[in-house]
């Protein structure tokens, strides 16, 4: 047996500490989850055995661990060549989707085996591949030695780890279980990137398309229709008007692209700071879900990441007022977080779930009576989960319906190009050769 001093937190989130006998830490780990606490920091006591403890005076003063010493931060050396700085810099790599879905199953695998956290982030620091994330999860390491809950060393990192996943922590934290809020966490994050690629695989064929189209018409617009230009006026031939149009296009192109290339750029910049902003971000967002095509499939993603929200939060027993405003922060849509928080001040108000669905005016008549069937009977989270799965299909439907209306718009597409580009070329060559023989 040997004695270990820990530091844990409580069934309400307070930082105890202290110490016990344990055969080793792993059965320090397993007293601290037996008794509820959620252990954070476990070590040797030094110089502490059951035989010095028996041989202890009565009555005298522990002997007082010296602390460790601190850690030198982190930094780069005055001394490094430039290489070496330019590799740390090309080594930077931006936290994915993927590295929080491997980061979640871990932690859910190592917080079940009764791991310290502290001990566990250690490990994963090891392990990762991203040393970007190293670098977070180092700083959280440091966070929970220096008595903070998980759920607030997460939250530092506010651009990595959503609303959706510091609610799920603190919530396990709390009751003890953070191996089934890290459980919540994969479930959540791996359907979440399921309707993200569905979305990309729909529209890249399209994307790539228009890509190659602008591109083309560029090379013709700047290099070949002023090659004909020049050849027609050495000939002094009478152009069609089509084709008059075309060089005029293509001097106009050929004089201001300067200009042109910087209006475009300063038009997407100036879009985008736009759209960032709260009141641009709330109009765009509102409008979008009235685009050609794609509307319905962004209005149905951004529900059914409310309904699948809505349901883990339930279930992991966060209160629905609270719930509701991290779900308003997840469903990635400025304009339907509003209407989700008019839900939830309605909802302090006394109102029904059901009522307040109606007012919102987002769902259709089949979601509103699962609502009303789920709150009437008890079980709000399985009606709001089967409610996602429903959305789930829609869009998956508008997805393909989308695709399948799209190809038939770039072959017109295509094919006014061909028909320009004959008119306005061709047609010159074959007046050109008529005149020829006559």
């Known amino acids: 047996m040997a004695y270990f001093q820990y530091k844990a937190r409580n069934n309400k989130g307070a930082l105890i500490s202290g110490d016990l006998e344990a055969v080793n830490l792993d059965a320090a780990a397993s007293e601290l989850l037996g008794q509820g606490y959620t252990p954070i920091d476990i070590k040797a006591a030094r110089g502490r055995t059951p035989e010095t403890e028996r041989e202890a005076k009565p009555g005298k003063p522990k002997a007082r661990l010296n602390p460790?010493?601190?850690?030198?931060?982190?930094?780069?050396?005055?001394?490094?060549?430039?290489f070496q700085v330019l590799n740390a810099a090309l080594k930077k790599r931006k936290i994915?989707?993927?590295?929080?879905?491997?980061?979640?199953?871990?932690?859910?695998?190592?917080?079940?085996?009764?791991?310290?956290?502290?001990?566990?982030?250690?490990?994963?620091?090891?392990?990762?591949?991203?040393?970007t994330f190293q670098a977070v999860l180092k700083q959280i390491q440091q966070s929970l030695e220096a008595g903070r809950t998980l759920s607030t060393a997460l939250g530092h990192h506010p651009k990595i780890f959503s609303n959706l996943f510091l609610s799920l922590v603190d919530v396990g934290e709390n009751t003890g279980r953070l191996d089934l809020a890290f459980e919540q966490i994969v479930r959540y994050l791996e359907l979440e990137k399921n309707t993200r690629k569905q979305v990309k695989s729909a529209t890249r064929y399209p994307t790539f398309v228009l890509a190659t189209i602008a591109i083309?018409?560029?090379?013709?617009?700047?290099?070949?229709?002023?090659?004909?230009?020049?050849?027609?006026?050495?000939?002094?031939?009478?152009?069609?008007?089509?084709?008059?149009?075309?060089?005029?296009?293509?001097?106009?192109?050929?004089?201001?692209?300067?200009?042109?290339?910087?209006?475009?750029?300063?038009?997407?910049?100036?879009?985008?700071?736009?759209?960032?902003?709260?009141?641009?971000?709330?109009?765009?967002?509102?409008?979008?879900?009235?685009?050609?095509?794609?509307?319905?499939?962004?209005?149905?993603?951004?529900?059914?990441r409310f309904a699948r929200t809505f349901s883990m939060v339930l279930r992991a027993g966060v209160p629905i007022v609270h719930g509701m405003g991290v779900v308003a922060s997840a469903v990635g849509n400025r304009?339907?977080?509003?209407?989700?928080?008019?839900?939830?001040?309605?909802?302090?108000?006394?109102?029904?779930?059901?009522?307040?669905?109606?007012?919102?005016?987002?769902?259709?008549?089949?979601?509103?009576?699962?609502?009303?069937?789920?709150?009437?009977?008890?079980?709000?989270?399985?009606?709001?989960e089967d409610v996602a799965e429903f959305y789930d299909a829609e869009v998956q439907y508008e997805l393909?319906?989308?695709?399948?209306?799209?190809?038939?718009?770039?072959?017109?597409?295509?094919?006014?190009?061909?028909?320009?580009?004959?008119?306005?070329?061709?047609?010159?060559?074959?007046?050109l050769s008529a005149a020829a023989r006559n």
């Open 335 to 384: 304009y339907i977080a509003k209407r989700i928080i008019k839900m939830r001040e309605g909802i302090s108000r006394g109102e029904t779930l059901y009522n307040t669905a109606v007012n919102a005016g987002m769902f259709s008549p089949l979601v509103l009576q699962m609502i009303a069937v789920g709150e009437e009977s008890g079980t709000i989270d399985q009606l709001m």
């Open 216 to 304: 083309a018409l560029g090379v013709i617009t700047y290099f070949v229709i002023p090659a004909f230009a020049d050849t027609f006026s050495r000939l002094g031939a009478d152009l069609p008007l089509e084709t008059r149009i075309l060089i005029g296009i293509s001097d106009f192109v050929v004089n201001w692209w300067p200009v042109l290339l910087g209006g475009g750029v300063t038009l997407i910049v100036s879009f985008k700071v736009w759209a960032r902003s709260d009141k641009g971000g709330l109009a765009w967002d509102e409008k979008k879900r009235f685009l050609p095509l794609a509307g319905g499939v962004i209005e149905k993603v951004a529900l059914a």
């Open 400 to 431: 393909k319906r989308m695709g399948e209306a799209i190809e038939p718009v770039l072959i017109m597409i295509i094919a006014g190009m061909v028909l320009i580009l004959a008119l306005g070329v061709f047609l010159p060559i074959w007046d």
């Open 96 to 131: 994915t989707l993927d590295d929080q879905i491997i980061f979640a199953r871990q932690m859910q695998s190592l917080t079940r085996a009764g791991m310290p956290l502290d001990r566990a982030l250690k490990g994963l620091q090891k392990s990762n591949k991203n040393p």
């Open 68 to 82: 460790a010493p601190a850690k030198k931060a982190g930094g780069v050396d005055l001394n490094a060549d430039a």
